[in-house]
């Protein structure tokens, strides 16, 4: 077979193996996508054969006079502000100590990783057990006032629950994405700054973190858009409550879609956050690459 012959034939192959899959994708996501598109400008209720355009009335009530939206706003912005700082900042120092030679690092890794293996739909259902059920029975063993506290009663302390639980079940998944960034740290760059006189926390600091740059801007890229999109554990933990002081914006456009029927209404609402969480991923993107090339 002649070479170009060759090329060509490589080239169908090559077609052929890819296009189930780029269907795939085009009917799962592309269509579904425009289809939203077009839904978000009319008032549909998902259940008649028809609907009615009504333009960017969708969009106007949201900016204008939803004030779920901006309450469920500012929450999803706490959330993901204290989510991002925490998980990054705890799952970096523990991977430091796990980076180290213990005798126990490979078992305490698998321990702290496997929470993440979990549906935050299970664990938001096992910590709601706990809350309620668990902490009660710690209450009455070691009279501790901290297991008599309101866990998911009150609003302050519903949010406090939401935050730790989902820290507790991602933060495996950041503390092997900052493993393998300190394992390629070159061993001689560290042993040059000790032959300098620099300590642990000034070898850390000049020499270890900013190799880190790109394992930093994984962890956060994938923080934030997790963070943003904060809604399987506020379902089975919180159910929203108490008194819709957890909903968070993908709970609420979950809460107008399928609870209240406005599907148009809703999907203007995704199509929102769809933008937001865009435009903020590019933004964090382009900023801590500066930062890579700058280190």
Do not use: C
């Not at 502000?81 to 925490?86: E, H, K, M, P, W």
């Not at 523990?94 to 213990?102: G, S």
């Amino acid at each position: 077979m002649p070479k170009f012959g060759r090329r060509t034939f490589g080239k169908i192959e090559f077609g052929l193996f890819t296009l189930p899959v780029l269907i795939g994708i085009v009917l799962a996501f592309y269509i579904p996508f425009f289809m939203s598109m077009y839904y978000s400008l009319t008032d549909w209720n998902g259940i008649s054969k028809h609907t009615n355009y009504i333009g960017f009335d969708n969009f106007k009530q949201i900016f204008s006079g939803d004030a779920n939206f901006a309450s469920a706003s500012l929450l999803t912005m706490k959330f993901s502000l204290l989510f991002i700082l925490l998980s990054n900042v705890l799952a970096l120092l523990i991977a430091v100590l796990l980076d180290r030679n213990l005798k126990t690092s490979a078992l305490l890794r698998a321990a702290f990783f496997i929470p993440y293996i979990l549906s935050l739909i299970i664990v938001g259902f096992i910590w709601k057990f706990i809350f309620s059920q668990g902490f009660q029975s710690l209450a009455e063993m070691t009279g501790w006032g901290i297991f008599d506290w309101s866990w998911l009663g009150t609003p302050k302390m519903a949010f406090i629950s939401v935050l730790l639980v989902s820290v507790w079940q991602s933060i495996g998944f950041y503390i092997v994405i900052y493993i393998a960034g300190l394992q390629s740290v070159p061993a001689d760059l560290l042993e040059a700054a000790t032959v300098d006189g620099a300590g642990p926390f000034r070898r850390f600091r000049s020499v270890t973190l900013p190799l880190l740059a790109p394992s930093v801007t994984i962890a956060v890229f994938m923080s934030l858009t997790n963070s943003i999109k904060v809604f399987d554990v506020i379902l089975s933990l919180t159910g929203g409550g108490p008194g819709g002081s957890t909903y968070s914006v993908s709970f609420d456009i979950y809460r107008e879609t399928f609870q209240n029927n406005l599907f148009g209404y809703g999907t203007a609402k995704a199509l929102v956050l769809f933008v937001v969480v865009l435009l903020i991923t590019v933004l964090q993107l382009t900023y801590f690459k500066r930062k890579e090339v700058e280190h």
